[in-house]
């Protein structure tokens, strides 16, 4: 993967162009044994990026292992493009793992993204790895409130083009967004993020990849790939 820190935004749109042509949203049959979350901790502004994937045995969810990666960008914050400063941090946790998960969950959007290139998206065509997001807030698009029942879900619309699934994980609690990233597709999405429910109203691979980032931010856990 290229180095992303030098590029101009003119230059980082023609390589989401480009990444949007390689993405594969089919719906087919998966096999997971293993499923993994993904996240990042920094300051927004911050040049230090702080990155963690945690591995789940399936439908378990019980932690199997996690890689965290402490690492540096200067590719600046811009809304609509933050996969340049955090997809190379991630890229590298994701190369320490022993075994990597069938399908991985990021705390983001795949393409439910202005130009369908969030950061599972993203990461998914950099490495082939399967991969889909799910967002605390919604990026683009519009959608009529699920209901407010746990597991009642409603389409994400661009116009007529179904970009995600707004998810209703917790009862009579705001939803969050999910979209197929790579090498999953929209129902596909849906199915997957219905069996990682957990307490809270973020799904259990990104609630437990935010946790551990943020002890790794404390200093609480070391860089470096750790067996549970």
């Known amino acids: 993967m290229d180095n992303y820190d030098t590029l101009t935004i003119t230059e980082a749109t023609a390589i989401q162009k480009d990444l949007r042509q390689r993405v594969d949203t089919a719906d087919r049959p998966l096999a997971i044994r293993l499923i993994g979350g993904a996240d990042i901790s920094?300051?927004?502004?911050?040049?230090?990026?702080?990155?963690?994937?945690?591995?789940?045995?399936?439908?378990?969810?019980?932690?199997?292992g996690w890689s965290l990666v402490q690492a540096e960008t200067r590719f600046p914050y811009v809304p609509g493009y933050l996969a340049f400063r955090e997809v190379p941090a991630l890229v590298a946790a994701w190369k320490q793992l022993p075994e990597k998960p069938d399908v991985l969950v990021i705390d983001g959007h795949g393409i439910a993204h202005p130009r369908r290139m969030g950061i599972a998206a993203h990461f998914g065509v950099e490495t082939g790895q399967a991969s889909m997001g799910c967002a605390k807030k919604l990026l683009t698009?519009?959608?009529?409130?699920?209901?407010?029942?746990?597991?009642?879900?409603?389409?994400?619309?661009?116009?007529?083009?179904?970009?995600?699934?707004?998810?209703?994980?917790?009862?009579?609690?705001?939803?969050?967004?999910?979209?197929?990233?790579?090498?999953?597709?929209?129902?596909?999405?849906?199915?997957?993020?219905?069996?990682?429910?957990?307490?809270?109203?973020?799904?259990?691979?990104?609630?437990?990849?935010?946790?551990?980032?943020?002890?790794?931010?404390?200093?609480?856990?070391?860089?470096?790939?750790?067996?549970?």
Not at 141 to 148: K, R
Not at 155 to 182: D, M, N
Not at 190 to 218: D, K, M
């Open 42 to 64: 920094l300051n927004l502004y911050s040049t230090t990026i702080y990155a963690g994937i945690i591995v789940l045995s399936f439908p378990e969810l019980r932690p199997v």
């Open 141 to 228: 698009g519009s959608y009529q409130e699920p209901g407010l029942a746990v597991g009642s879900y409603s389409p994400i619309l661009a116009g007529t083009e179904q970009i995600g699934y707004a998810f209703r994980s917790k009862t009579k609690v705001a939803p969050v967004f999910v979209s197929p990233g790579h090498r999953v597709g929209m129902d596909n999405s849906l199915a997957v993020i219905r069996q990682c429910v957990g307490r809270y109203r973020i799904p259990e691979p990104t609630r437990l990849a935010h946790e551990l980032v943020n002890r790794f931010r404390r200093s609480e856990l070391a860089e470096g790939w750790s067996a549970c």
